[in-house]
């Protein structure tokens, strides 16, 4: 177990240290030059060579490196926006809780109506109630959210106000706890592909442990199919899952990015967006470092808990 | 939507584990995505060698495969559509003036429009044809830069092996976890986009799986007799990769791209949604998706619906054409 928790953290930070370089390195690769994404293309070169006296960017790559590094480590500092005329950390500071919320509740929710969708499956497999549910994953599968998320917009806010089309832009991430129904579009849509593609991957897993000589066992000793089924089989067809959750991560991220536009939720994506527009850059690439070391953080806790409900893990010798 | 691997649980998580030994006394084993011609009938021969039986089998696999049918005719009808449809259909898709002079804007179905105008006084029927040519282009020009880049340096990484491999893996590792928009978005920011640029940028996002499943493929195939014996004769290193190691692992190559097409045209679909997309007077469906989407609420169906069938209808085609490639790549196995 510990071997294992120190040879994934180590990859976690192999993986941190890599973004840091790679958004350094992109800054650095700005066609025309940090200081003129900065300035503007009017900029005369005694400005540029006064801003880049001034931001250090006349200095060996390598102590520009190091200098990016330490201002991030010791003083959180991810760059400053000059179209918010205040430092990346602030612009992302109120942003990042709401969409890790958005992110949170959606996979929460999609577990718990995946795992037992997944189940069902399995115990009515090859009935109707099976193949209605394989389409229906394969339809949610290939709606694009960024469709999904337009047409509840449509049919449920527009069509019927059932649900309001967008989170008040003040509200703060508590809100989707406290006033969830402005938050049920973006959670269902979010959710809806997560839903798809987890019970998808439960009901293979399921029949993959089924298929394994311990069921057998558990069969030929007589147990009930009841214990076989959610004593033995499901405890281990629960532990793919935790990988598969590690595994998509990046991509539900990139997911809460279309549905905080779609529905106008001001969390990192929308930022992200707003700032690419603005040209903004700094904020850009500050959001999608935050962003990465975020997902890299969860997906390190999905392996973790993986480990902890795995006991041939969690009392392994190496 | 975009990383769609862990819904295609074959290729992606299955193909080291899953390992399933040969028929006849010939390599040791091997993994179940892949089709190496002539590595277990004729071990000696490490060149792709097609023999038609297998070919016809194949063949067959797919035809049988009814979704897999309709998927390649809509492809195939939807390239028509896009790219001979303009000429059947001629409309004017480029000077928003000119068309406003004799049609109306976001005018309903019907009157010499069948699926009626958007804001500007386009067609959109033919809007659609213009928008699709973007985007099938786009989606099967950076499927093919991804796969190529992808695969060769997969096929590097696992035949050189030691730190070298280790190196480039942390590379493929450290850009997997960066969610995939993020940093599309960060570099369509930093370099503006055209046509052009947006290929490559996507082909930058998409070639980090058909690296780790070309490595993988060739650190199983780079111990095979027949790559030793080319060895053993004196055959370069550039021989080996690029006339054993990458003609074997095409299987999965191919199946990869297909899938790849479809995951590209959502990326790019993605981004035109969020305004990114291909650049002004060019448009695409993702772009005109959004735009219809601004006047949802007033009700404008038909600047919606039409758009988001063809994107829907088009990766659907193409993951059902992957499924069944798959499928038929596995026929020896199946009927060994």
Same mark, same amino acid.
């Given at each position: 177990?510990?071997?294992?928790?120190?040879?994934?953290?180590?990859?976690?930070? +192999?993986?941190?240290?890599? %973004?840091?370089?790679?958004?350094?390195?992109?800054?650095?690769?700005?066609?025309?030059?940090?200081?003129?994404? %900065?300035?503007?293309?009017?900029?005369?070169?005694?400005?540029?060579?006064?801003?880049?006296?001034?931001?250090?960017?006349?200095?060996?790559?390598?102590?520009?490196?190091?200098?990016?590094?330490?201002?991030?480590?010791?003083?959180?500092?991810?760059?400053?926006?000059?179209?918010?005329?205040?430092?990346? *950390?602030?612009?992302?500071?109120?942003?990042?809780?709401?969409?890790?919320?958005?992110?949170?509740?959606?996979?929460?929710?999609?577990?718990?109506?995946?795992?037992?969708?997944?189940?069902?499956? +399995?115990?009515? *497999?090859?009935?109707?109630?099976?193949?209605?549910?394989?389409?229906?994953?394969?339809?949610?599968?290939?709606?694009?959210?960024?469709?999904?998320?337009?047409?509840?917009?449509?049919?449920?806010?527009?069509?019927?106000?059932?649900?309001?089309?967008?989170?008040?832009?003040?509200?703060?991430?508590?809100?989707?706890?406290?006033?969830?129904?402005?938050?049920?579009?973006?959670?269902?849509?979010?959710?809806?592909?997560?839903?798809?593609?987890?019970? *998808?991957?439960? *009901?293979?897993?399921?029949?993959?442990?089924?298929?394994?000589?311990?069921?057998?066992?558990?069969?030929?000793?007589?147990?009930?199919?009841?214990?076989?089924?959610?004593?033995?089989?499901?405890?281990?067809?629960?532990?793919?899952?935790?990988?598969?959750?590690?595994?998509?991560?990046?991509?539900?991220?990139?997911?809460?990015?279309?549905?905080?536009?779609?529905?106008?939720?001001?969390?990192?994506?929308?930022?992200?967006?707003?700032?690419?527009?603005?040209?903004?850059?700094?904020? +850009?690439?500050?959001?999608?470092?935050?962003?990465?070391?975020?997902? %890299?953080?969860?997906?390190?806790?999905?392996?973790?808990?993986?480990? +902890?409900?795995?006991?041939?893990?969690?009392?392994?010798?190496? | 939507?975009?990383?769609?691997?862990?819904?295609?649980?074959?290729?992606?998580?299955?193909?080291?584990?899953?390992?399933?030994?040969?028929?006849?006394?010939?390599?040791?084993?091997?993994?179940?995505?892949?089709?190496?011609?002539?590595?277990?009938?004729?071990?000696?021969?490490?060149?792709?060698?097609?023999? #038609?039986?297998?070919?016809?089998?194949? $063949?067959?696999?797919?035809?049988?495969?009814?979704?897999?049918?309709?998927?390649? $005719?809509?492809?195939?009808?939807?390239?028509?559509?896009?790219? /001979?449809?303009?000429?059947?259909?001629?409309?004017?898709?480029?000077?928003?003036?000119?068309?406003?002079?004799?049609?109306?804007?976001?005018?309903?179905? $019907?009157?010499?429009?069948?699926?009626?105008?958007?804001?500007?006084?386009?067609?959109?029927?033919?809007?659609?044809?213009?928008?699709?040519?973007?985007?099938?282009?786009?989606?099967?020009?950076?499927?093919?830069?991804?796969?190529?880049?992808?695969?060769?340096? #997969?096929?590097?990484?696992?035949?050189?092996?030691?730190?070298?491999?280790?190196?480039?893996?942390?590379?493929?590792?450290? @850009?997997?976890?960066?969610?995939?928009?993020? @940093?599309?978005?960060? @570099?369509?920011?930093?370099?503006?986009?055209?046509?052009?640029?947006?290929?490559?940028?996507?082909?930058?996002?998409?070639?980090?799986?058909?690296?780790?499943? /070309?490595?993988?493929?060739?650190?199983? !195939?780079?111990?095979?007799?027949?790559?030793?014996?080319?060895?053993?004769?004196?055959?370069?290193?550039?021989?080996?990769?690029?006339?054993?190691?990458?003609?074997?692992?095409? &299987?999965?190559? /191919?199946?990869?791209?297909?899938?790849?097409?479809?995951?590209?045209?959502?990326?790019?679909?993605?981004? &035109?949604?969020? $305004?990114?997309?291909?650049?002004?007077?060019?448009?695409?469906?993702?772009?005109?998706?959004?735009?219809?989407?601004?006047?949802?609420?007033?009700?404008?169906?038909?600047?919606?619906?039409?758009?988001?069938?063809?994107?829907? !209808?088009? /990766?659907?085609?193409?993951?059902?054409?992957?499924?069944?490639?798959?499928?038929?790549?596995?026929?020896?196995?199946?009927?060994?």
């Amino acid at each position: 177990m510990t071997g294992f928790l120190i040879r994934r953290i180590g990859q976690a930070l +192999v993986v941190v240290i890599g %973004v840091i370089l790679i958004t350094f390195l992109m800054a650095k690769l700005i066609p025309g030059g940090e200081a003129k994404a %900065v300035l503007g293309p009017k900029a005369t070169p005694v400005t540029v060579a006064r801003f880049n006296v001034q931001n250090g960017l006349n200095l060996p790559i390598w102590d520009q490196f190091w200098r990016y590094v330490e201002g991030l480590f010791a003083h959180l500092n991810l760059g400053y926006s000059f179209k918010y005329n205040q430092g990346v *950390r602030q612009v992302i500071g109120e942003r990042l809780p709401k969409t890790l919320t958005l992110v949170g509740v959606s996979v929460f929710i999609s577990l718990i109506i995946a795992i037992p969708l997944g189940i069902l499956q +399995v115990v009515r *497999r090859n009935k109707p109630i099976d193949y209605a549910l394989t389409t229906s994953s394969f339809f949610f599968y290939a709606m694009p959210d960024f469709l999904l998320g337009t047409l509840l917009i449509i049919w449920f806010a527009f069509d019927l106000h059932w649900f309001p089309v967008s989170p008040p832009t003040d509200a703060s991430a508590w809100a989707i706890f406290t006033d969830p129904r402005a938050f049920v579009l973006p959670v269902v849509t979010l959710a809806a592909t997560s839903v798809a593609s987890f019970s *998808r991957y439960m *009901r293979s897993s399921m029949m993959d442990a089924l298929a394994q000589d311990f069921v057998r066992t558990a069969r030929a000793k007589g147990a009930s199919s009841r214990r076989v089924l959610y004593g033995h089989a499901l405890r281990n067809a629960l532990i793919p899952i935790l990988t598969l959750l590690g595994l998509s991560l990046p991509a539900i991220v990139s997911g809460a990015l279309i549905v905080e536009n779609v529905f106008n939720y001001p969390g990192m994506g929308l930022l992200t967006v707003q700032s690419a527009f603005n040209d903004d850059i700094p904020v +850009v690439l500050g959001t999608t470092l935050v962003i990465t070391v975020a997902t %890299v953080i969860g997906s390190l806790m999905a392996d973790i808990l993986y480990a +902890v409900a795995d006991p041939r893990i969690r009392l392994g010798s190496d | 939507m975009t990383d769609s691997d862990d819904f295609r649980p074959d290729p992606v998580f299955n193909d080291d584990e899953r390992q399933t030994p040969l028929p006849i006394g010939a390599g040791p084993t091997m993994t179940s995505g892949q089709l190496s011609e002539g590595d277990a009938l004729i071990p000696e021969g490490g060149e792709s060698r097609s023999t #038609g039986g297998i070919l016809r089998q194949m $063949g067959r696999v797919f035809v049988e495969n009814k979704l897999a049918v309709v998927g390649l $005719g809509v492809i195939v009808l939807m390239v028509l559509f896009c790219f /001979v449809g303009p000429h059947l259909y001629p409309t004017n898709q480029t000077d928003a003036q000119l068309v406003l002079q004799d049609s109306t804007s976001n005018a309903p179905p $019907g009157n010499g429009n069948p699926l009626g105008t958007d804001s500007n006084g386009y067609n959109i029927l033919g809007r659609l044809m213009f928008g699709g040519q973007a985007s099938l282009i786009v989606g099967f020009a950076s499927a093919l830069v991804a796969t190529v880049f992808g695969t060769l340096y #997969g096929a590097m990484s696992g035949f050189f092996g030691s730190w070298f491999d280790s190196l480039l893996m942390r590379v493929v590792d450290v @850009l997997l976890s960066i969610p995939v928009l993020f @940093l599309l978005i960060a @570099l369509v920011t930093i370099y503006h986009q055209s046509e052009i640029l947006l290929i490559l940028v996507i082909a930058f996002v998409s070639w980090l799986v058909p690296a780790r499943l /070309v490595r993988g493929e060739t650190l199983s !195939l780079r111990n095979r007799e027949y790559v030793q014996a080319v060895r053993v004769m004196g055959g370069s290193r550039t021989r080996i990769i690029g006339r054993h190691i990458i003609p074997n692992s095409v &299987g999965t190559i /191919v199946v990869f791209a297909t899938f790849q097409i479809a995951d590209s045209i959502l990326l790019l679909a993605a981004l &035109g949604f969020l $305004g990114l997309g291909v650049p002004a007077p060019q448009t695409d469906w993702g772009t005109m998706l959004s735009n219809g989407v601004d006047a949802a609420g007033s009700g404008y169906w038909w600047q919606i619906y039409p758009t988001g069938i063809c994107i829907v !209808l088009v /990766v659907v085609a193409f993951n059902y054409v992957g499924d069944a490639l798959r499928d038929s790549l596995e026929v020896r196995l199946q009927q060994r």
